[in-house]
C-alpha cells in the first residue's frame, strides 16, 4: 500500500536510541537520559491551578475558536510588547496554533504547494525539514554554523549559504525556515542578522518562517532578537513562539503564529477546516501563565544555565572539549576525533551500551549532522555529574 506524503521521510533514527534506552531499563539499569528536549521543570503553579478551575465548568467543554480566544491573543501580544517593543494587533496578527509544530506543518501548506522550493538549515529540527515536503515543495539544504568547528558568526555562515543557494537555486524559494537560538547546533544571532536577513527577503520576494522556540532561553547576557523587531520585518514575516519551553507547559501545546498579516489570515482560514482550538481551559491557563507569571521564564533561564555550566565542565574534564552555547536548552557536540568514523548513531548506541548515557544522534537532524550529538538540558546537576564519571569510563574503555 502506498502512503504518499509519508513514502519520503527518512528512517526515524531516534526510534532506535529509543528502543536501546528501553531495553536498558527494562534490564534494571539507569539510564541517564539527554536525548529528547522534553522539558522536566513544571509548569507554573497558577497556570496549573487556572486550569483546573477552568475545567470545572462546563462551558468550556464545548468547542473552542481555532485561531484561539481573544484574551489569548491579546496575552501574547502584550508579551511581545513587553519583551521585544514589537505592536502586535491581537485581532489580524496572531493566531492560536496547537504548539509549534503543528503551527509550522500547514503554515508550509498556504505557502508552498508542488514544483515550490523553500531554504531550510542543514542540520534542523525535522519538521523544518519534513514540514515543506508534506506540501509537496522542495527543500533547499545551507549548512548552519558548526560552533565547534568555524570562528566565524554562525548568522555569516548561514546567510553567505542562503544567498549562494538563492542565486543557483532553478526554481527561486518562496520560504525560508529560520530557527535562532538553532535546534539543534545552539547557534545563536543578534539583531543585525536579522536586520540582514529582512532585507534579502523584501529584496527578492520571499516569505521568512521564524521558528522562536528558544526565545526566553539565551546565556550570559544574551537575549535572542525577535525578528519581529526589524523595521518592515511584518512585510515579509512571521514567527512562531511557544509556551513549551519558555514556560515549561510541553505537554499543553500551546503556541502562537504572528507577524505579516496577510499569512496569519490564511493558516487561520486553513485551520478553520481543520480544528477547533486547544481546550479552553488550556488557553485561559496560558493566559495565566503570560500574564502572572512574567519572571517564570528567567527562572527556567537560570536552571538551564546552570545544567549548561555542569555539562560543558563535565565534558571538558573527560577530555570531550565543547564550546558553551548562548541560548537554547541544547549541547551540540562534536564526536571525539577518535570516535568520529563510528558516525553519530552508532556512536549514540555506544554511551547507551557503555555509559548509559543517552543522547540524540546528529544524524536524525538531516545529513549535515552526522559529525555531533546533541545534549538536551533536562537532567540535574547531579545526574549530570554522574553522565560525566560514567562517559570518563565509557571513553577510557573505547580508547
Known amino acids: 500500500m502506498e502512503f504518499r506524503r509519508i513514502n519520503g521521510l527518512p528512517p526515524y533514527v531516534f526510534a532506535q536510541i529509543n528502543g536501546l534506552k528501553a531495553e536498558a531499563r527494562a534490564a534494571g539499569r539507569d539510564v541517564i537520559d539527554f536525548g529528547f528536549g522534553n522539558p522536566d521543570l513544571p509548569s507554573p503553579d497558577v497556570a496549573v ?18 485561531r484561539g480566544i481573544p484574551n489569548l491573543r491579546l496575552a501574547i501580544a502584550t508579551r511581545y510588547k513587553n519583551l521585544f517593543d514589537v505592536d502586535l494587533d491581537p485581532d489580524t496578527e496572531v493566531v492560536t496554533t496547537i504548539g509549534a509544530k503543528e503551527g509550522l506543518t500547514h503554515l508550509m501548506w498556504v505557502l508552498l504547494g508542488p514544483g515550490d522550493t523553500a531554504i531550510v538549515p542543514s542540520p534542523s529540527y525535522p519538521i523544518h525539514l519534513a514540514g515543506p515536503g508534506f506540501a509537496g515543495a522542495k527543500v533547499i539544504t545551507v549548512p548552519m554554523h558548526d560552533p565547534g568547528v568555524s570562528t566565524s558568526d554562525p548568522g ?34 543578534d539583531l543585525l542578522f536579522m536586520e540582514r536577513l529582512v532585507a534579502f527577503a523584501l529584496e527578492h520576494d520571499i516569505i521568512i518562517c521564524h521558528d522562536f522556540a ?47 498579516a496577510e499569512v496569519v489570515a490564511a493558516l487561520t482560514k486553513l485551520k478553520s477546516y481543520l480544528d477547533y482550538g486547544t481546550f479552553q481551559p488550556v488557553q485561559i491557563a496560558a493566559i495565566v501563565a503570560m500574564n502572572e507569571a512574567t519572571d517564570y521564564p528567567d527562572q527556567l533561564q537560570r536552571i538551564y544555565q546552570s545544567r549548561r555550566d555542569v555539562l560543558i565542565e563535565g565534558l571538558n574534564r573527560v577530555g570531550w572539549p565543547v564550546v558553551p552555547p548562548r541560548g537554547s536548552m541544547f549541547i551540540w557536540a562534536p564526536i571525539p576525533d577518535a570516535y568520529r568514523e563510528m558516525g553519530s ?40 555529574q554522574q553522565a ?12
Not at 560525566?388 to 580508547?399: F, G
Open 345 to 384: 548513531l552508532e556512536f549514540s548506541k555506544y554511551l547507551i551500551e557503555e555509559a548509559d548515557v543517552a543522547t540524540s544522534p546528529g544524524v536524525g537532524f538531516g545529513e549535515g549532522g552526522d559529525g555531533h550529538v546533541r545534549f538536551a538540558l533536562i537532567e540535574n546537576e547531579l545526574r549530570t
Open 49 to 66: 491551578a487556572k486550569l483546573a478551575e477552568a475545567a470545572m465548568n462546563p462551558k468550556n467543554h464545548r468547542y473552542s475558536a481555532s
Open 156 to 189: 555569516d555562515d548561514f546567510f553567505y549559504g542562503l544567498v549562494a543557494a538563492w542565486h543557483e537555486a532553478e526554481v527561486k524559494p518562496r520560504v525560508i525556515i529560520a530557527s535562532f537560538p538553532h535546534n539543534p547546533t545552539s547557534a545563536c544571532v
Open 214 to 260: 528558544y526565545a526566553d532561553l539565551g546565556f550570559d547576557g544574551y537575549r535572542p532578537p525577535s525578528i519581529l523587531q526589524v523595521p518592515r520585518a511584518k512585510e515579509c514575516c512571521v514567527e512562531l513562539y511557544t509556551l513549551t519551553k519558555s514556560f515549561s507547559m510541553a505537554g499543553w501545546r500551546v503556541g502562537f503564529l504572528v507577524g505579516n
Open 388 to 399: 560525566m564519571r560514567n562517559l570518563k569510563k565509557a571513553l577510557v574503555k573505547l580508547n
